[in-house]
């Protein structure tokens, strides 16, 4: 269907939920060039490999997000990843880490 501006397309991908780093960024390497942005959704340990895999060792920003971000993905964290590559050619170290949250700081 087509997505008009402002609305966002959801779209459930039964398999991602518990995939490795490898089918997640083989995924994302299918996304259409017209998409800016992607939220996936899944399960530990995919989505805290693939966040480390595409940021890599590089920790531009607050370093003590990277330091959190590689030591530990609790249920509920959210790892904001952005890079200039289209997505067909997303691979490790491409990103930088603009944000890492947890829940905990909620309590």
Do not use: Q
């Not at 087509?2 to 083989?26: C, F, I």
């Not at 996304?31 to 805290?48: N, Q, R, Y």
């Not at 249920?75 to 829940?103: E, H, K, N, Q, R």
Request: proline letters at 7%; glycine letters at 14%.
């Amino acid at each position: 269907r087509e997505v008009r501006p402002g609305e966002v397309e959801v779209r459930v991908e039964r398999d991602l939920y518990g995939a490795d780093v490898g089918s997640l960024l083989g995924r994302l390497r299918r996304v259409d060039d017209g998409v800016a942005s992607v939220m996936l959704v899944g399960h530990h340990p995919g989505l805290h490999d693939l966040a480390v895999e595409l940021v890599g060792d590089r920790g531009p920003g607050d370093p003590s997000a990277w330091e959190r971000l590689t030591t530990k993905f609790p249920t509920g964290a959210i790892a904001t990843v952005s890079t200039g590559a289209s997505w067909v050619d997303l691979d490790g170290g491409c990103g930088d880490l603009d944000d890492y949250f947890t829940p905990r700081p909620l309590r």
